[in-house]
């Protein structure tokens, strides 16, 4: 089983301010996913592929990364991105979660 | 469009089984595969298992023994089944549509396992 390490655990951003969180894999992976989770609702595919943003997110957002590492980037951090957002494999089996990275707004 | 929708009790007793459907909506149950991940309260995301597009299914190690995933196509129905519960099996429990990524989620079901 392919291990995802996500950090932070938790941050706070200002507004305008850049944002990265990363994940790690404990083998090399092919593409990595992120979702992103508000409080009590159902996860949101939010970039796809590494770094293919999902329909309807905004171009603020950024994906990177190859083989174990990889890194979702808010380039200006806005109130509504405040949420939790979580990595994930899905190419090796089982597909595995990060234990994701709660953003809050400063 | 596409939709999900998981339905299933919000309580179960301690050692019961929990029984709980995903009705899909704007896509076909043998294009796509059906994915289950729970999230206990204030946890991250766990995934238990999933119904191949072919019919066929795969589990998480955690809950091979435990756990079954069937469905009925001509009702775009899947199904999961858990039995022996405990306490620690409270959790939110949602379906997603999975062709790579899980690209689309139901609401989840909450589910409180009683003593």
């Known amino acids: 089983e392919i291990v995802l390490t996500q950090s932070p655990t938790t941050m706070a951003a200002s507004p305008g301010e850049k944002v990265t969180i990363t994940c790690r894999a404990s083998?090399?992976?092919?593409?990595m996913y992120w979702y992103q989770q508000m409080s009590d609702a159902s996860p949101k595919l939010w970039i796809h592929?590494?770094?293919k943003l999902a329909s309807g997110v905004p171009d603020r957002f950024s994906g990177s990364g190859s083989g174990t590492s990889y890194s979702l980037t808010i380039n200006t951090m806005e109130a509504e991105d405040a949420a939790t957002y979580y990595c994930?494999?899905?190419?090796?089996?089982?597909?595995?979660f990060g234990s994701g990275t709660k953003l809050e707004i400063k | 469009q596409v939709q999900l929708t998981e339905t299933g009790p919000d309580l179960v007793q301690l050692t019961q089984t929990l029984s709980i459907t995903c009705t899909v909506s704007?896509?076909?149950?043998?294009?796509?595969?059906i994915q289950w991940v729970r999230q206990p309260p204030g946890k991250g995301l766990e995934w238990m298992g999933a119904?191949?597009?072919?019919?066929?299914?795969a589990y998480n190690s955690a809950f091979t023994s435990r756990l079954r995933i069937s469905r009925d196509t001509s009702k775009s129905q899947v199904f999961l089944k858990m039995n022996s519960l405990q306490t620690d099996d409270s959790a939110k429990y949602f379906c997603?549509?999975?062709?790579?990524?899980?690209?689309?989620w139901g609401q989840g079901v909450v589910v409180t396992v009683s003593s």
């Open positions: 704007g896509f076909s149950l043998t294009s796509y595969n």
């Open positions: 119904m191949w597009s072919g019919g066929g299914t």
């Open positions: 997603a549509r999975h062709w790579g990524p899980f690209d689309y």
């Open positions: 994930q494999q899905c190419c090796n089996n089982p597909p595995t």
């Open positions: 083998s090399s992976i092919h593409f």
């Open positions: 592929d590494t770094s």
